[in-house]
Structure formats: C-alpha cells, structure tokens
C-alpha cells in the first residue's frame, strides 16, 4: 500500500508522467466502457423479458433469444458478431489493435464499428482535459469516474434512449458521497441540487403532458439531472439546463433542415444534459462570470 501511494505520488510531481497514465487509463476504461454500453442494455433487456415473458417490443439480439444462457459484463467473452470467432488480447488493445487490423475482423473480415475506437478516443480526451481543470488528487479521481459514468449513459442513451437506473442512481449516491467530505461544493448543496435536479425537470414532464397530452422525457432524465446536481449543487441547476436545451436545439433543429430528420422521431436528451454537466464541472463559474459581467 505505501508503495503504490509513493507511485501516484511520483506520477502527481510530473506532468508529463500525469498525461501518460491517464491518457491510458481513459484509453482502457474506454474499452470496458464500450462492453458496459453493449452489454449492460441487453442485460436489462433480459430480465424484463424474463419478468414479461410476452413482451415483444425488444430490439433484436441473440442474447435474448436463449434466456438460459448467461450474458452479462464479463460472460460471454468478447467474439466478433458475424463470425463469432473469440478476440484474442492483441487484438483487445484500446485503439491500437483497430487500427493494426485496419478496422476489420481477423477472421472473417467484417467492418468493426467505429464506435469502438471512437468511445476509447474520447474517453482518453475527455480524460486528459481533467488534469487541466483539477489538480493531482481526490477531485481529479473522483471527476474522473464522473466523466467516464456521463460517456456511458450518452452513447446507451443514444442507442436505446433509456438511462440504466444502475448508472444514474449510482453516480447520484456517489455525488452525495463526495460532497459529504466538501470535494466539489456543500452536503447542504449537494441534497438541494439533487432534489431540485429531479423536480425541475419532473415538473417540466407534467406541465407538458398536461398541455399537449404527450411524455416530452423519460424519467432517466429527471435522475440524471438529479445526480449531477447531487455532485455540482443546487446553484448549477439553472446553467445544466439552459446549456442542454440550447445545445439540444441546436442540434434537433440541424438534424430537421440539414439532415431531413423526421421532427415527431424522439432525441435522447440524456446526452446534452451530460455534456452539460461535464461543461459546468470544469468551467461552470467562469460562464456565470462571464454572462453576469456581459449584462
């Protein structure tokens, strides 16, 4: 123990031992992160077929063709989906082992998607900019799984628009849990943004149904935002949303003119109020600044 204390103390003297290890950790979180956003999805799907034996509006997948068959994080063992044939560990490293087989299946030389390079990419991204907003500690660790949990939910939400209660509740009590110890802002702050997350956006699904007579977000949202003011306070409820609204309109209205997206489709608004919540994170205080000193 007092070796490996003594080893992140050394990494935490030197910058540029600092970029190196969690340029690689975001690379090889980044790649388990790629099987919890395949497999964590179809997980859930499984059990709900198993509760709903006649449930029938599942995507279709062969893990839940044979519910006997076990399927979680770890079982079965990454295979490619066409051939089946096992990923040997070369053929397992983050980013190189894509590139090395230039985006294709060593045994039937199918096209690997580009999600997977793509996740570890930004993950490794992402990650490094931490070291540039926090310094070598307990705040850096702790955003940095805050970081890795908001990539996650993104790309299942943008896949399946569900956010896992696993995820969302989890990095909410972990929010709480930091700020029970004053890492990010107050407990005191850290409850009230929580709730304050939840009911804002709570309030928002009513008043919409109420008029219109439609559901204008899942509740994965109202957790969501939840826990992120659960780790940012109450005071960055305001800034979560008017940056993920904007930032959603901005896209909802491109992808309606440019891309000729059918405007009724729904958006998984799960992203934006990630990216929303990562933007405040790290430059929160500095936009209010800016926009109070703008008026």
Not at 125 to 136: D, E, H, Q, R
Not at 263 to 283: R, S, T
Request: glycine share 10%; hydrophobic share 55%; net charge negative.
């Amino acid at each position: 123990m007092e070796g490996l204390s003594q080893l992140f103390t050394l990494i935490g003297s030197h910058w540029l031992l600092q970029v190196m290890f969690i340029g690689l950790l975001g690379l090889l979180l980044g790649s388990f992160m790629n099987v919890v956003i395949l497999r964590l999805p179809v997980m859930m799907f499984r059990a709900w077929k198993l509760e709903c034996q006649d449930i029938d509006q599942l995507p279709p997948h062969p893990a839940l063709d044979d519910l006997s068959q076990p399927y979680n994080l770890v079982t079965p063992h990454s295979h490619c989906p066409k051939c089946q044939a096992p990923v040997k560990a070369w053929q397992n490293i983050p980013l190189v082992s894509f590139l090395l087989l230039k985006g294709r299946c060593a045994g039937c030389d199918s096209p690997i998607g580009w999600r997977y390079p793509i996740v570890e990419l930004v993950t490794a991204l992402f990650s490094l900019t931490l070291i540039v907003a926090f310094p070598w500690g307990w705040q850096l660790a702790a955003m940095l799984v805050f970081t890795w949990l908001l990539i996650t939910m993104s790309v299942i939400d943008i896949d399946h628009q569900i956010l896992p209660d696993t995820l969302t509740l989890g990095l909410l009590w972990l929010g709480l849990l930091v700020n029970s110890q004053g890492l990010f802002t107050d407990l005191y702050s850290a409850v009230w943004g929580a709730a304050a997350g939840y009911l804002s956006l709570w309030s928002v699904f009513w008043l919409f149904k109420l008029v219109t007579g439609k559901e204008g977000m899942g509740f994965g949202d109202f957790k969501l935002l939840a826990a992120l003011g659960a780790w940012l306070g109450y005071q960055s409820i305001l800034l979560i949303i008017l940056l993920s609204s904007a930032v959603g309109a901005v896209v909802g209205i491109a992808g309606v003119i440019i891309l000729g997206r059918d405007k009724n489709l729904p958006i998984p608004f799960g992203p934006y109020l990630a990216m929303a919540g990562w933007i405040a994170a790290l430059w929160g205080d500095e936009l209010i600044h800016w926009y109070l000193g703008g008026m």
